[in-house]
């Protein structure tokens, strides 16, 4: 089960800081942890994934904004998008791609709403 | 814009059957595995086929999809007004080396 946490309200220019909580499974296991999010009235947008390593994969839509980090110790991953625009405005998902076979979410978090206003 | 492209709605009568068509290239559905998911508001999303066709545990048979070249088709038989939510379909791309997905299908059981 995945939980996300965050601010529901971020300031323009400021640094949007999510969390998100594993529960059921070890964060350390050879899985990618990820991060989704829908802008409303938009699709789903993969921002990018972690492995417990620490190796990353990035949207390079986002280029330098992004960075995620493991916190193996609290079995949780969390996102940091700095320099936000109303266009970050989002729900925003975790999920898991389970190790082995092909690329997909699951679970998923129920999602953590982000407004950008001043 | 999304890089699958579905239809933004879908509906059909309780009982019926109703497909849900995802559109992409050779970069992502062309080449590797789609997934689909079902969305209703407020709630985790769900995976509800992994491998182009397979279901995971607890998935009814009711759903069920395919895939040919760069498309792939989500079908759900016997519709329940409970199958009312989004469905997306995801693939990985290997050419932007980011998972992408379908702008969602709402589904309407009329």
């Known amino acids: 089960q995945l939980q996300e946490s965050g601010p529901g309200l971020v300031r323009p220019s400021g640094t949007l800081s999510l969390t998100c909580a594993v529960s059921g499974d070890s964060i350390n296991n050879n899985e990618w942890w990820t991060w989704v999010r829908q802008a409303p009235g938009k699709g789903l947008e993969w921002l990018g994934e972690i492995f417990p390593s620490g190796n990353t994969n990035y949207n390079p839509s986002l280029k330098s904004r992004i960075t995620m980090s493991v916190d193996k110790s609290k079995n949780q991953f969390s996102l940091t998008l700095t320099s936000v625009t109303a266009a970050d405005t989002a729900l925003y998902h975790c999920g898991r791609v389970p190790a082995g076979g092909s690329w997909r979410l699951d679970p998923w978090g129920q999602g953590t709403l982000v407004t950008v206003s001043s | 814009q999304s890089v699958l492209t579905q239809p933004p709605s879908v509906s059909a009568a309780p009982g019926q059957r109703v497909t849900i068509s995802c559109s992409g290239s050779?970069?992502?559905?062309?080449?590797?595995?789609v997934s689909w998911y079902q969305h209703f508001p407020g709630a985790a999303p769900k995976l509800l086929i992994y491998d182009n066709n397979k279901r995971p545990s607890g998935i009814p048979d009711r759903f069920s999809a395919s895939k040919s070249g760069p498309s792939a088709t989500l079908g759900i038989t016997g519709l329940q007004t409970g199958d009312e939510a989004h469905y997306y379909c995801g693939a990985w791309d290997n050419s932007l080396n980011i998972g992408v997905f379908g702008g969602g299908t709402k589904l309407t059981v009329l």
């Open positions: 050779g970069s992502n559905i062309g080449s590797t595995y």
